[in-house]
């Protein structure tokens, strides 16, 4: 994969050290915001980049996608969640570029989706 940005938004501590390894093993700069406002006030992805966040509430996945509609190229969306993905898919239905990893992960699962999210983006 050529090396591109992430930002992750994820309030746990532990789990942004380890993605941050995880990221930095595969060649991606990584920013890191433990809520999904402190992304939107901070964070400037580029049209290349992936967001991928761990959200807990319908309202903060429709606050980050309303946020990237604002934005003039859309970033892919990688959403971590509990929730079903099947009830998220529906309530999604339309949306571009979002995936849905259900929690808890695998890192070949993450693997796919970031191959994915990078298809079509200048990956390798």
Same mark, same amino acid.
Not at 56 to 71: C, F, P, Q, V
Not at 91 to 101: E, K, M, N, P, Y
Not at 103 to 111: D, G, N, Q, R
């Given at each position: 994969m050529t090396p591109l940005a992430i930002i992750l938004v994820e309030a746990d501590p532990s789990v942004s050290d380890a993605f941050q390894a995880f990221a930095q093993a595969l060649g991606f700069a990584l920013t890191v915001f433990e809520t999904v406002d402190a992304a939107i006030a901070g964070a400037r992805p580029p049209?290349?980049? /992936? $967001?991928?966040?761990?959200?807990?509430?319908? *309202?903060?996945? !429709?606050?980050? +996608?309303?946020?990237?509609?604002?934005?003039?190229?859309?970033?892919? /969306? $990688?959403?971590?969640?509990?929730?079903?993905? *099947?009830?998220? !898919?529906?309530? +999604?239905?339309?949306?571009?570029?979002?995936?849905?990893?259900?929690?808890?992960?695998?890192?070949?699962?993450?693997?796919d989706a970031l191959r994915a999210a990078t298809d079509g983006r200048g990956s390798a």
């Open positions: 049209g290349t980049g /992936i $967001i991928i966040a761990d959200l807990a509430t319908d *309202a903060d996945i !429709r606050r980050l +996608l309303t946020w990237r509609g604002t934005l003039s190229v859309c970033p892919a /969306i $990688i959403l971590l969640t509990a929730q079903s993905p *099947a009830l998220l !898919r529906g309530r +999604l239905a339309g949306t571009r570029d979002v995936q849905i990893l259900r929690k808890p992960l695998a890192a070949t699962e993450i693997l």
